[in-house]
């Protein structure tokens, strides 16, 4: 005797993970204010420990576990002392960029036409690295978005790192790499570097890189400068210098300036000293910058077994995005 | 070739500590850092994996190797705001490889006959350990040295302790290093040799969780730093580094241990050889003659 067999049409969820558990869309669907995710799963352009082509994944798991541990209805923040409701509609993760691991050159294009796309719509570009290199194409698809979307505007950079990132070149990694992503970015025709701004540097740098910055008028908060002077001097600092003259802000999240102590899951460990909430107090003042686009780099899970550094860089986006996530109610 | 002029990338081949020249221990001349390798294992340590601790130590130095990187201009400490010079530090570091594993007394010959002939050359040597079982061996070839501890369990009565393992019945560690470095002045005699104990568990254990034995209410970096720059001043006939163990278990991957012990470790580096001490402000002593 044949028994029929029952199919369940239960509701199914997508398998994997979109950050913040997000509706997914294509980057030409994303509309004006909205977060636009954009993966970038390549760590072919770090020079040592690899493992952040891993990082988006990680990202997109620990933000929706970190949402699913959150009320989802009205809250109230104690970091703030309001009470807030979940925003609607607010991100949409657009998926990965294509990567091609043996040409930089088309893995760059792949990745700036995403952002350019977001960009030029008014969405605000998230691209999650990846190593650090990948910060460039994805500004440089914000810059070219936003040349299109507002010829003439200017835009302020801002990068929270253990390192300047600024050198030409790179040993037989040349120009597009880990440690030259800022330069590039300096190159780009709608930002200068008097308005760009480094934070958490820490240890030894290359003297003739960090010469040429302050020649050029860039500004640079050691991790020792925000010790002394307190995270909220120095935003307030740093949104002054790199927002002079400018339409919007850039803002580059290196996850590598937090202490390898607290962090160690990335690939070029600094002990700066910067705890969770010394870094966490710098994204809650950047949170309400002007932000036209921003990247998070150099998670790396395969270096971290404990990993708590994806879940520490998911509370990261959660500082950052908090005007985006959440929206203040009246108090009763 | 000349390191200076060889093409990057060098992640392969062979590894010294900050890229320095490899030497024969019979070339070792007088001031120079000679870095010698103890890769002991333990067997009465509670994890198996000291032994590696010498290749780690070496494998992360090699970032700070900037004098031999024809790709960098010299670094500059971005804290102290300091132009750190590389000059001439090729010439003066080098690398001396590692005691061959054997029986445990035939490391411990090989040990005191390297430190005593090190030291016989007028050299400071850089002993790059795991284990700290082999320290006493050290302190014999050093006859009548005193000796500086930063961590680990306190043996003698007479060395200088910087944060002993145990604070009493204190979970925190307090110094007031301004104190500590006068008493360090009053207790050193420069007539004798002097022999320097780091162990990794000088530091807060949460910035690092590859010490076999960890400490709460370490120090921070900042702190042993400015210990390490302090001693790299006097006359050092050696410095021993022990209690990393970069592969305790599931941490293999996780190099920080290793990181924080390097980053420490160059303000002696630079101090012992003369070059780290730019502001007069920072000089504790003359003693070594270079600075």
Redesign the interface.
């Known amino acids: 005797m044949t028994t029929a067999i029952k199919t369940s049409h239960l509701p199914l969820n997508q398998p994997g993970f979109r950050l913040f558990d997000g509706p997914t869309s294509d980057v030409a669907d994303a509309t004006p204010g909205q977060i636009g995710v954009v993966g970038m799963p390549s760590d072919w352009t770090h020079?040592?420990?690899l493992g952040a082509r891993f990082g988006p994944e990680a990202l997109r798991k620990a933000t929706t576990l970190l949402q699913s541990m959150r009320p989802q209805g009205a809250s109230f923040n104690p970091d703030t002392g309001n009470r807030t409701v979940p925003a609607k509609n607010w991100l949409v993760d657009c998926g990965d960029a294509e990567i091609t691991a043996d040409d930089v050159d088309a893995t760059t294009q792949a990745i700036a036409a995403m952002t350019e796309e977001l960009s030029v719509s008014g969405a605000i570009p998230l691209a999650l690295g990846g190593d650090h290199y990948n910060s460039y194409p994805a500004c440089l698809g914000y810059s070219r978005g936003l040349a299109r979307r507002a010829p003439g505007a200017r835009f302020g950079y801002i990068q929270i790192d253990g390192h300047l990132d600024f050198?030409d070149?790179?040993?037989?990694?040349g120009k597009f790499n880990h440690a030259t992503n800022a330069r590039r970015i300096s190159e780009l025709p709608n930002v200068d570097v008097r308005n760009m701004v480094w934070i958490g540097?820490?240890?030894?740098?290359?003297?003739?890189?960090?010469a040429l910055i302050e020649k050029e008028g860039g500004r640079?908060f050691?991790?020792?400068d925000v010790h002394s002077l307190g995270t909220v001097e120095v935003v307030r600092q740093a949104l002054a210098h790199a927002m002079q003259d400018c339409d919007e802000l850039y803002l580059s999240i290196d996850i590598d300036a937090m202490?390898?102590?607290?962090l160690?899951g990335t690939g070029s460990?600094?002990?700066s000293?910067i705890t969770p909430r010394q870094y966490y107090e710098l994204l809650d003042g950047f949170a309400e910058a002007p932000l036209g686009g921003l990247d998070i780099d150099e998670v790396s899970p395969?270096?971290?077994?404990s990993e708590r550094t994806e879940i520490i860089a998911a509370e990261m986006l959660f500082r950052v995005l908090h005007r985006f996530r959440t929206r203040p109610v009246a108090e009763k | 070739m000349p390191l200076r002029s060889a093409?990057?990338?060098r992640?392969a081949g062979h590894l010294s500590f900050m890229r320095s020249q490899p030497k024969a221990i019979h070339d070792v001349r007088p001031d120079q850092l000679a870095v010698l390798g103890l890769p002991f294992e333990d067997t009465s340590a509670p994890f198996a994996g000291q032994s590696l601790a010498p290749r780690a130590l070496r494998e992360t130095s090699v970032?700070?190797g900037?004098h031999a990187n024809p790709?960098?201009?010299?670094?500059?400490?971005?804290?102290?705001?300091q132009?750190?010079k590389t000059d001439g530090l090729h010439e003066r570091l080098c690398d001396l490889g590692d005691i061959s594993p054997g029986s445990e007394e035939a490391v411990h010959a090989a040990l005191m006959t390297a430190t005593c002939q090190i030291n016989r050359a007028g050299a400071c040597a850089l002993l790059l350990g795991g284990s700290d079982r082999l320290s006493m061996t050290v302190q014999d070839a050093l006859q009548g040295c005193q000796t500086v501890q930063l961590g680990g369990m306190p043996s003698d009565a007479r060395d200088f302790h910087i944060a002993p393992l145990h604070n009493g019945t204190d979970p925190t560690l307090k110094i007031d290093t301004a104190v500590h470095l006068a008493s360090f002045s009053r207790w050193r005699d420069s007539t004798r040799p002097l022999f320097v104990r780091f162990d990794l568990s000088v530091f807060?254990t949460?910035?690092?969780a590859l010490c076999d034995r960890p400490r709460l209410g370490g120090c921070?970096?900042?702190t042993v730093t400015q210990w390490l720059s302090t001693l790299g001043q006097h006359r050092v006939s050696a410095i021993m580094l022990t209690g990393l163990n970069p592969t305790r278990p599931?941490?293999g991957?996780?190099?920080?241990g290793q990181?924080?012990m390097v980053?420490a470790l160059?303000a002696f580096v630079y101090a012992r050889l003369g070059f780290g001490v730019m502001d007069s402000s920072t000089v504790a002593s003359m003693e070594n003659g270079l600075i």
């Open positions: 020079s040592s420990r050198s070149r790179l040993g037989a990694w540097i820490s240890g030894w740098v290359d003297g003739g890189d960090l640079v050691s991790a020792a202490d390898a102590g607290y160690p460990v600094v002990h000293g395969p270096l971290d077994p | 093409p990057l990338p992640m970032y700070f900037w790709q960098f201009s010299h670094p500059v400490d971005i804290d102290a705001r132009d750190i807060e949460s910035l690092s921070n970096l900042d599931g941490m991957v996780v190099k920080v990181r924080l980053t160059l």
